[in-house]
Structures are given as structure tokens and as C-alpha cells.
């Protein structure tokens, strides 16, 4: 089966849904996405060239035995534990069936009850890998262990979220794993909610961040199941899990984690207020300086759909133009024409370049000289675009940047605190002094927001280019006659002295 996708089966086109009903287009991708291979790091979704470390380790465990006899004989488990764990262990899938079959509720107790009064490590590894293949050989099983849960009134998740804070990894993973699998294949009026569900994203999260981490690829596998159900994506949206993927993604990560996290970024993009607001976290910026280096076709495709999902998701045009406009700004378009050079064994990359190429270029011929400035300011990327050295559209758009509670200055202020490049530093300085210069109260507002102090701490930055924007910002708030100004300064090169 082709690596990627599910995403052929979630185009507008599949599935008979059409973009006029957004209600029932969604429902739709909802019921698409619950139908999906149900184990994401087995099916043919992923077509791993590699197997992931949690399952170099269960083939290990597998191969074990555990000697049931020593813990009835020491009294750590029950005669009626030994007799089902006994008979369960070791027999085909038909004798399980069959074991099952006979007393559904006893599985789901002798399991609990082994995994909460065992503690070697090296057993509870083995149990776990039991109860995944258990529930991978049938997902319908999963009704069992929220059955036993019910009629004792406990929660179906508290022992294995538990079994997370245990300090063995493989015992974490394997755990997580099974809590991905049991939230995903429950009914609609019984999947995780609440602080539990708020436990484990946020579990997920952290491990997503931990460095180092060598079950990463089963940690992003976990997501990707939970992210193909609406409620989950909401979920993690709460526990700020977009921010999460995309600092993982900005870092130096290996394909087989920037295809998964990307893919995460995907599906949370089919829903529609997600897609909306996703680029207020830098996606874009962030998913085409991957697709500049990709060299797997995985990886350009998935960003490709992301990106069609950020200009045919959203309901709001102005944030479908914005979203155009930063591809546009992060050198998109140049990607797509490299990537219509090579082969592709996957025909649908074809259609999604051909859509972006459209949407791009049209965003470009109504595109004013204020929208590219916000989409600038807003990406974090300022360079020495033309806008910046114009006095017409200084004259013309110094007032605007008071818009919004003054949101385009606030974030020009934050990259003079925040961003570590010189040219981001100059530009913004730039950028502050010109509108003290063209806006008539411009020196009351940048001191009420802080911003004249932090462009006076960069009088001493270590680059001669952002020491002279600072020092010609400052010039500007501080003096009115600036076209004697421009003249008595020299550009750095021609003094060296400060």
C-alpha cells in the first residue's frame, strides 16, 4: 500500500464529500478517519522502513515465557488468575478467541489484577505486550475492559495511566500504546474525556519535548491515532500541543518524525477552527524550510497537503489570503517549481502543486504592500523586503500599525527580545524608528509599549548592523529633524567607531 495516504481518502473528492456542506463534510472526514487502519505504526499508512524501538522490544518480550506457576505458588496471584493467565498465554489466536468467548469479563480482570500486584518489571513488559496483541487481534475487545470497569465503578483509564509514571520505558510506551488504542476504538458516548484525557495528551506532549527520547516515533504514533477523532483534536489544542509540534519541528529531527508530526499537523488542519488560527504557532514558516531540505517524498507530500488544508479549510478570506501570502514570503512557490522538476511515484503531489501554484499566484496579483508587511511582521522573518525602505508607504501606512491593539508593533517589540538573527534585529529597529518618524504620537506609544528601552539595550549588540538600526531608532525618538539626521550618520563600513 502507498506510504501516505489516508489523505487521498480525505480530499474532497473521496468519500463523497463536497465542499458546500461543511457539516456533513466533516462528519464525513470524522467517519474517513475512524475507519482508518486501526494501528498506525502496522498498517500500511506508514510503510515504516524501520521498525520503531517499541517494537524491536516486543518481539523480544514475546519471545519470553513467564513462569506463572512461581507467582501462584508464592501467592501473588489468584487460582483464578493462573487458570485464565495460564490457559490465555501461549495459545493461538483461535484458543484465545475461544477463552474469551467463555468469560469476556474474567480477561479484563485477571489482567488488571496482574498488572496492579506484579511489580518486576520484566513481567508487567510481558502483560503489556499481552493486552496490545489482545486488543490489536480485536478491537471490539476494548468493550470488555470498559464493561469490568463499569460494574465495579472505576475508571476504565486509572490503572494504566498509572502504569505511566512508572520509570521503565518500554513499560510507558507500551502503556500509552494501549491507552491509544482503547481511546480510539471506544463508541462515541464513551471515549476519554476530562482530566484524564488531559493527562495523557499532556503526557505526550512532554514526551514528544524530552530529549533524546528513543521511543519518540511510538510517542508520535499515538498521536497520530488520537488526532483522527474531533474531540481529541480539541483536546489537544487545549493542552497547548500545537506549540509542541511545531518548537519538535523546528529542531533537528529525523524525516521519519518530521512525516509523523506533520501528519499530526494534518489532520488537526481538517478541522476548520484549527486551520483557521494554525499559523498563528509558524507552521508555515516552519513546514517550508523542511520542504526546502526533504529529500523523502513522504515528507513533501504531507506538507504539501497541510498547506492545501490551510488555504481550503479555513471559511474566513482574509485568513486564506494570509495564509497564501507567507507561503508566498517563505519561498513556496520556488519549492513547488524544484519539486514539479522531479519524479514522483505518488500521482495526487501532481494536483496538490497545481492547486497551491494557483492559489499562490493569485493571492500575489491583488496582493497590496500592507498585506505582505503584515504577513512579514506576523512570520517572525523580516528581511530587506522593499516596503521597509519606502516613504510612501511609510506615509501612508505608519498609522495602521496602531490596528488591533497595536498588534503589528507589540510583535516587532517581542522579535527585539526574542529573535537571535541580526537581520530580524535591523529590520525591526528599522521598521520602529520609521513609524516614530511618520506618526505624529508614535514616541509616547513605543515607550507605553516598552519598546524604546529594548531597542536602546541593542546599542551594544555584538553586530555593527543592528548598532547602527538601534542607533538611528533612537536617533528618532529622540530628535524631529531627520533628514539632517540621515545625512550626519554613516552606514557601518564606512566608520567603525560607536
Known sequence: TKLILLDSLLQEKAGGLTPSTHK????NINKVLGTLPEDIEKAGVDNLAATSVLQQRASEIRAQRINWQSYLQSQM?????????????????QDREKIV???????????????????????????????????????????????FARKRRESVWAHFLNLLNRPDGFIQNMTSRVVAKMACWSPPGELMSGSDLQYYLTWLKDQLRMQGNEYVQSVARCLQMMLRLDDYRHAFVGVDGIATLVSVLSGRVNFQIQYQLTFCLWVLSFNVGVATKLNKFGVIPILADILSDAQKEKVSRIILAVFRNLIEKPEEAEVKKENCISMVQCKVLKQLELLEQRKFDDEDIQEDIDYLNDKMNASVQDLSSYDEYITEVRSGRLEWSPVHRSEKFWRENA???NDKNYELLKILIQLLETSKDPLVLSVACFDLGEYVRHYQRGKHV?????????????????????RYEALLAVQKLMVHNWEYLGRQLEKPGASSQY
Open 24 to 27: 456533513m463534510a466533516s462528519d
Open 77 to 93: 496471584i489468584s487460582q483464578e488468575d493462573f487458570t485464565f493467565i495460564s490457559r490465555f498465554d501461549g495459545g493461538s489466536p
Open 101 to 147: 468467548q467463555e468469560n469476556p469479563l474474567q480477561c479484563a480482570k485477571t489482567f488488571y489484577n496482574l498488572l496492579g500486584h506484579i511489580s518486576k518489571d520484566q513481567t508487567i513488559q510481558y502483560l503489556l505486550t499481552l493486552v496490545d496483541d489482545f486488543l490489536q487481534e480485536n478491537k471490539n475487545r476494548v468493550a470488555i475492559f470498559r464493561e
Open 399 to 401: 498609522a495602521h500599525l
Open 446 to 466: 513605543l515607550e507605553q509599549l516598552g519598546g524604546k528601552t529594548m531597542v536602546m539595550a541593542l546599542l551594544s549588540h555584538d553586530d555593527p548592523n543592528v
